[in-house]
């Protein structure tokens, strides 16, 4: 599958969504699905490491509004989004979605590899666990 979602570590702090190959936006929808049901199933805030760097594609089409209303249909418990991305396009791309949602452009950040998503996430998880994190 292009587009999936699961937990990337035990303790069910951060969620992970990964991009391969060529995708739809009908399968980020069902991702998404996928993440808001893996949200709920737990009470604490969750980081959201969405790793894009097996892609450089975008779907067909109009990429902005699709993308915008998926930032805008985040479980209301992610508290940060980190993006892995290698392809300068989907950068651009991203870029330009954080612009046009402002709740996220400060609580989002793109990295080029899941090493430094995931100690970005560590990070963010042991700040929440200190009560110190502004999400």
Do not use: Y
């Not at 402002?102 to 995931?118: M, S």
């Amino acid at each position: 599958m292009p587009v999936s979602t699961q937990w990337f570590d035990n303790e069910h702090r951060i969620l992970e969504q990964r991009f391969e190959g060529d995708w739809l936006w009908e399968e980020a929808n069902d991702a998404l699905v996928e993440a808001h049901v893996l949200a709920a199933s737990v009470t604490h805030n969750i980081i959201l490491i969405c790793d894009m760097s097996l892609t450089t594609a975008l779907p067909k089409g109009n990429v902005l509004s699709p993308a915008r209303s998926s930032l805008g249909q985040v479980p209301a418990n992610i508290t940060q989004i980190i993006f892995v991305i290698q392809s300068r396009l989907i950068e651009v791309f991203a870029s330009l979605v954080l612009e046009m949602v402002p709740r996220w452009k400060q609580h989002t950040q793109i990295v080029k590899t899941r090493d430094e998503a995931q100690k970005l996430a560590q990070a963010a998880i042991t700040k929440q666990n200190r009560g110190t994190f502004q999400g």
